[in-house]
């Protein structure tokens, strides 16, 4: 049984009282516990009955950090996923190359040019979350999820490629200089471009 308008708003309206912060959860829940109350409502239970039973066995906080959670390891699959993208990849090339000129270029000792590449890292996702949140970015869970997801494999990566560690095993500081210039570059372009494909999503739903 279709439940019509006004019971749905009934839904909206209850699960508008629940502790849910990002607005796309907001409607992937009422999708559930709509679907769950017209699966009820089949089995003879009345409207109000059935959207009682239904919201009894769905925890909202636990509904979204589920989501939450299953986004964010789809986020960290498709920044590894990403690698074998021929524009994501050529791009974080030219950029590497970029910032290696640069640096080689300016004289920096690498690993002043190492933490400052990882400060200059950091300061623009800072400022990306700042610019979304004025364009209110920050309420869908995909959007947030792909900044988080960058940051995650940014620590997760240089606790891997440390400067100190590289050197115990042997690679030169030059070496390791162009895997961190790499490394950054593939993630900042793999991260920004997947963001930008999440806003675009939302700019033409």
Known sequence: MKLNHEQLETIRLELSKVK??????QDELLDHIASKTEQLMKEGLDFRSAFD?????????KFQMD????????KMKSIFKSFMEPMILIKSLLLAALIMLAVNSIGLEI???IKWMKISFIVIIALLIVLSFRIKLLKNSHVVASWNSSWLV????????????LLKLGFTAQTIFAINTLSISFLF??????TMREIHKLKTA
């Not at 849910?20 to 959860?25: A, L, S």
């Not at 372009?189 to 997947?194: A, D, E, I, Q």
Request: charged letters at 10%; aromatic letters at 16%.
């Open 111 to 113: 690993p002043f040019a």
């Open 53 to 61: 039973q239904a919201t009894q066995k769905v925890n909202p906080e």
């Open 189 to 194: 372009v793999s991260g920004s471009t997947m």
């Open 154 to 165: 940014f620590w997760l990566m240089f606790l891997i490629i440390d400067f100190d560690l």
């Open 67 to 74: 989501v939450l959670i299953t986004t964010h390891l789809a």
């Open 20 to 25: 849910v912060y990002y607005t796309n959860i």
